[in-house]
């Protein structure tokens, strides 16, 4: 159960969090010029979303979460059964980003989620 | 100065990258925790021990620096490809990190789990097919159905949004 609580908080906080990131990145332009100055400046743009904080939050917070998983389990079961973040990140990119995801894609997310399931049943 | 104008090429540079330094960090992350004895402490004296252990080890803060580089390249990525293609592209990973584990880590690593790694990897190969963006840049609306996804000369910032 304690495991489950965790894989929850990872799954939904670090997902939360990286959609919130992708759409603070998505209005400060897209990244071209590869140097020091210019990544400093875009960096600087991206900080000023609000976003960008709430996604490094809930991140900050799936991380805490990750490391109390990493405690329990071995990391080839931990990381792969947190895959199950691409069937929230799909709704979420369609939902909240406006992405069209394709039925491919939607394919793609189907697989991913039965290879999660699997690896969860090797624990036994 | 060095401009990447290739969509393509900017993708297939960055994604081995975030596919190496993501399993890296999530390793050296477990054998810090391994070694901190977090599972033991969680049961018996609290928390307080349990994050002086995590601040105290090297291996964290070698795979907080990994998953930040790892993280920064992703952002990255993210302000010319979708999210919903990233995210998953970055999936092979996840076979990295196995290999990883049972070579670096010495951990038992059934036939079963690496049927779901592979399962996993499949649906990888089946998404990195579709295209990479089918949003505008610099917008979070709708794209029009049937745009092309690949608009790597278009003017950047055109549109700004706060929360």
Redesign the interface.
Known sequence: MREFLLLMAVVLLGTGG??S???A???????????LGALGRFLGR?M????MW?GLGMMTAA?FA???M???D???????VT?L??AV??SG??L???????K??W????????????????KG | MIHFRNFHLRTWLLLPVIVILGPVGNVLLSKGMKDVGAEMKWNSSGLLPIFIGIFRSGYIWLGIASLLTFFLVYMLMLTWADYSYVQPASALSYAVVGILGYFWLGEAVPPVRWLGIGIICAGVLIIVGTPHRTTHPGTTHLATHGTTPQRPHQTPHEKTEKV
């Open positions: 990286e959609l990131m992708a759409r990145m998505r209005t400060v332009g897209e990244f071209g010029e590869f140097r991206a000023l979303s609000g976003w709430i991380f990750l490391l109390g990493l405690s329990i071995n990391v080839s079961f931990v990381v792969p895959a973040n691409y990140g799909a990119a369609s909240f980003l406006g992405e069209q995801v394709s491919q894609r394919v793609g997310v189907a697989v991913v989620c039965i290879g999660v399931t699997v690896v969860w049943l090797s």
